[in-house]
């Protein structure tokens, strides 16, 4: 018990400043004792302000105490000392780098637990007491501890802002609202708060609905993941499994081939060797025959030679080998032929059908079609670099070394009938005409340079890139153009002829969304793009863009983005 009783006295005789035994004890006015050197320091720094109070009561004292010791408790300091039952000190949170620091604690700082709104100062555990007991603290607001208290001064005049300015958005003290915010729509901060912490409920309201939402998006995509890969997985298993059988079914077909060839090369080399042997049969008959003719010539006996001459003379009819007909010297090789045919039959087939099960495979699109692009840049994203197929230029163009530009080959004026006849009507405009090497499927976006006023900009489907009347440019409904015609546009497809209204422009722009199934035509200046006509459709094939230039000295060339 009598240590504790010492115990109690250690925390009496502490100062509240530095938290240690008192040094130098001095008591002020208000009653409260401080070390001299702690309370000295504290007085120094409201010297600017020119009026002292008591760090923990907030009494002012006017003027300035001097400051006497207090001999009582400096002996009773003392006497604690001599004791020796002074504790160390019980632990001690000391504040760190990225703490907020007691403002009144000397030395090494103690962690701030709370700061102060009104005194704009931060309190460790043990100066805060104060304001938990004394009534002169009663209306101060204490918050978490903060480092950025100093912005709650006003820079100019050095006070507290406590007025929220809704005019200019900003908080203010209650000179400034006198100064250069006078008339404007004025109130307390503390009010202002409570206004924005009702927006600010609703605000979060708005987010954590807007998190549950996304929430609920996250999972579907999630499950749409994984729909997607067993889809995929599904898809892959089973196109194995065809292939398989087709490769079974070519192995088989290859297996039947062999044999019927094996059976019937073995039924032909038998008949041949069965003929083979009778001939060589009948050559050993004759040879027997001849000898014995020859032997026969050489006796000198008459009666002999005539007696025998009629049996040995007499031959069997047999075919002559010069009458044995060969059906075919080419033996197997319209085998080979036909089986030849039967694989390019097949490589064209599986061409055919290989384009077919690409587009369905990139049709597969989960997600809605994305917004168009706005700006040039934006369309930039899906630029396409193409080149120009030779293969199928009409024979009235050139085309560049690089591919990408084509020029009408010679100064030929065209009748007006031929660009400007009516649909469905027969020309060779074909021959103007020239397809990208480059499919075009998903979003795409390329621009053409052209020179002239008889050129035209089109998109087409494969069939297109065979030279006949049918393909030109927008005769038909597997093709769109748009036609630049003596200064004005013109779209065609399906025969139809739409005039178009726009800025004239050398460049024109074009943006395609296969699996959306939008096609769209832009004018493009230094300044702008301006939409000259929109499509939407289905795309069942991947397209080619196409370029045609028909009049004098015309020419379209694929323009190189950046």
């Not at 003929?275 to 014995?292: F, S, V």
């Not at 369309?379 to 530009?405: C, I």
């Amino acid at each position: 018990m009598a240590q504790q009783g010492i115990q109690l006295d250690q925390e009496k005789l502490s100062c509240s400043i530095c938290l240690d035994l008192l040094k130098d004890p001095v008591t002020i006015p208000c009653g409260h004792s401080y070390c001299m050197s702690c309370i000295k320091r504290y007085w120094d720094e409201e010297d600017q302000k020119q009026i002292h109070s008591c760090p923990q009561c907030r009494q002012l004292l006017i003027p300035r105490p001097v400051l006497v010791k207090n001999t009582v408790l400096a002996d009773l300091v003392e006497e604690l000392k001599k004791t020796g039952l002074q504790a160390a000190p019980a632990d001690r949170c000391y504040a760190g780098p990225e703490d907020v620091a007691c403002d009144f604690c000397t030395g090494r700082k103690l962690k701030a637990v709370k700061s102060c709104l009104q005194c704009l100062v931060s309190y460790c555990e043990q100066h805060v007491q104060p304001h938990y007991e004394s009534p002169a603290f009663e209306k101060h607001k204490l918050v978490d501890p903060s480092k950025k208290l100093q912005e709650n001064i006003c820079t100019r005049h050095n006070e507290v802002m406590k007025i929220f300015c809704r005019t200019d958005q900003q908080c203010i003290c209650y000179l400034c609202s006198m100064d250069e915010h006078k008339g404007h729509d004025t109130v307390s901060a503390a009010a202002e708060m409570t206004e924005k912490q009702k927006e600010l409920g609703a605000t979060r309201q708005k987010i954590q609905q807007g998190i549950q939402n996304r929430d609920k998006g996250v999972k579907v995509l999630q499950q749409e993941v994984e729909a997607i890969n067993r889809s995929a997985d599904k898809a892959v298993e089973d196109s194995e499994k065809v292939f398989t059988d087709l490769i079974h079914l070519i192995e088989k077909r290859s297996s039947d081939v062999k044999k019927e060839i094996r059976s019937q090369q073995k039924t032909e080399v038998s008949r041949v060797k069965e003929l083979q042997e009778k001939l060589q049969q009948e050559i050993t008959d004759l040879r027997r025959k001849d000898a014995e003719l020859e032997q026969l010539s050489h006796t000198g006996d008459h009666t002999h030679f005539l007696q025998n001459y009629p049996s040995l003379s007499h031959l069997t009819d047999s075919k002559d080998s010069s009458r044995i007909n060969i059906c075919s010297v080419r033996h197997f090789e319209d085998v080979s032929a036909a089986v030849s045919e039967v694989r390019d039959k097949l490589q064209d087939f599986f061409s055919d059908m290989w384009t077919k099960i690409s587009l369905t495979v990139r049709s597969v699109d989960v997600l809605l079609p994305q917004a168009e692009p706005k700006t040039r840049v934006e369309f930039f994203q899906y630029s396409r670099q193409m080149t120009l197929d030779p293969n199928t230029a009409g024979s009235r163009l050139t085309l560049s070394e690089d591919k990408r530009k084509v020029t009408v080959m010679q100064r030929i004026t065209l009748k007006r009938s031929l660009l400007e006849s009516q649909p469905g009507s027969h020309s060779d405009m074909y021959r103007y005409q020239v397809l990208s090497r480059e499919s075009l499927t998903g979003r795409c976006y390329w621009e053409v340079e052209r020179k002239g006023n008889e050129v035209s900009v089109a998109v087409t489907y494969a069939h297109m890139r065979r030279p006949v009347h049918e393909s030109v440019f927008g005769n038909n409904d597997t093709s769109w153009a748009v036609y630049f015609l003596s200064n004005r546009y013109e779209f065609r497809h399906n025969n139809i002829r739409t005039p178009i209204c726009g800025p004239q422009s050398t460049r024109v722009g074009v943006y395609l969304d296969h699996s959306a199934g939008i096609l769209s035509f832009y004018s493009i200046s230094d300044t702008m793009m301006t939409l000259l006509h929109r499509v939407q459709t289905t795309f069942t094939q991947p397209l080619y863009a196409g370029l045609s230039a028909y009049g004098c000295l015309c020419s379209a060339a694929l323009c190189e983005l950046e």
